[in-house]
C-alpha cells in the first residue's frame, strides 16, 4: 500500500514563505515523478510543479515560476515544496502525488497525499 503522508501548511500573511513536505511510503521513491497540485476555492485543480523519479528535471506552472521551489531527499523519502513570496492568489488546498507518468495532469498520477490547506492573508 503506497502512502503519502503530508505536513506543513498553514496560515501566513502575503509575502511570507511555507514549506510543505509528503513523505511517501510502500513504494521506492526513486520510481515515481512526484507532483504538487492545489484547488483553491471555486476552482479546479491544478498542477503547480512536479519533480522527476532521479530529481533531474522540475517544472513549474507559469503562476508560481521563480517563487516555488520543489526538490526531493531520497534518504527521506519525501519531497517538498518552499513557497515563497505567497500571495492570496495562492490560498488553496495543496496535494502532492506520485506516479510513473512524467506528466503535468493530474489523471495520470497514481497516489495521492491528504492536502493540507495553504492560507495567505492580504
Known amino acids: 500500500q503506497v502512502q503519502l503522508v503530508q505536513s506543513g501548511g498553514g496560515l501566513v500573511q502575503a509575502g511570507g514563505s511555507l514549506r510543505l513536505s509528503c513523505e511517501v511510503s510502500g513504494r521506492s521513491f526513486s520510481d515515481v515523478h512526484m507532483g504538487w497540485f492545489r484547488r483553491a476555492p471555486g476552482k479546479e485543480r491544478e498542477f503547480v510543479a512536479r519533480?522527476?523519479?532521479?530529481?533531474?528535471?522540475?517544472e513549474y506552472a507559469d503562476s508560481v515560476q521563480g517563487r516555488f521551489t520543489i526538490s526531493r531527499d531520497a534518504a527521506k523519502n519525501t519531497v517538498y515544496l518552499q513557497m515563497n513570496s505567497l500571495n492570496a492568489e495562492d490560498t488553496a488546498v495543496y496535494y502532492c502525488a506520485a506516479g510513473g507518468s512524467w506528466a503535468t495532469n493530474a489523471g495520470l498520477y497514481n497516489f495521492w497525499g491528504q492536502g493540507t490547506q495553504v492560507t495567505v492573508s492580504s
Open positions: 519533480i522527476s523519479a532521479a530529481g533531474t528535471y522540475t
